[in-house]
């Protein structure tokens, strides 16, 4: 269902962005469908200190992998 979702969406030139990830599993299969905007739990607690910044990025992708 994500995939042809993620077709449709490109067919149409419409930027996905995934909504709900909470896990690093969901993170890593969303990656490998080429998903580069997502947002979630995993991502951001819902505090402002836990926000995503680039200097910290890498070491949450690495987590995933």
Do not use: H
């Amino acid at each position: 269902i994500v995939r042809n979702t993620l077709n449709m969406l490109n067919d149409l030139n419409v930027t996905p962005l995934c909504e709900g990830v909470e896990t690093a599993d969901e993170l890593s299969a969303l990656r490998d469908l080429g998903v580069n905007l997502v947002q979630g739990y995993l991502l951001a607690k819902p505090a402002f200190e836990a926000v995503v910044t680039p200097a910290n990025i890498g070491e949450l992708l690495a987590s995933a992998a």
